[in-house]
């Protein structure tokens, strides 16, 4: 599998931030979430989860998102407030089989998708 920082679905020499973090969002299996916070650290940038998060709160329109796979690092859902309806990443993530309480994941560690271990370039 080619690097992630290749992916450039703009056509531009470089791919900006925000497309780099949907490619990588793009690549959440069905049924498993991963953390601002990864996402960040698998780009090469960990200290800027919170510019991950500011990229999934415009990327709510974009079809091959799935925005709502992407929590804080305790398994809350703290991007909540940023979809349609404030049940809506609840619901969605519901339909993929993911129990939630009290706007946590249950058994979060166990559903966790870790894109620096699951890309990994060998």
Not at 70 to 84: T, W, Y
Not at 91 to 118: A, M, R
Request: with cysteine; aromatic share 10%; proline share 6%.
């Amino acid at each position: 599998m080619a690097p992630i920082k290749k992916i450039l679905p703009s056509g531009k020499k470089d791919a900006s931030f925000f497309e780099q973090v949907y490619a990588v969002v793009a690549l959440i299996p069905f049924g498993r979430v991963t953390s601002y916070g990864a996402i960040a650290k698998f780009l090469g940038t960990k200290m800027s989860a919170r510019m991950v998060g500011w990229a999934l709160n415009n990327a709510h329109h974009l079809p091959n998102v799935p925005a709502h796979r992407v929590v804080n690092r305790n398994g809350q859902l703290s991007g909540k407030a940023h979809f349609e309806t404030p049940n809506q990443m609840q619901e969605l993530l519901e339909l993929e089989g993911i129990t939630i309480h009290n706007d946590c994941i249950v058994s979060f560690n166990t559903i966790f998708w870790d894109p620096s271990k699951e890309l990994a370039i060998e």
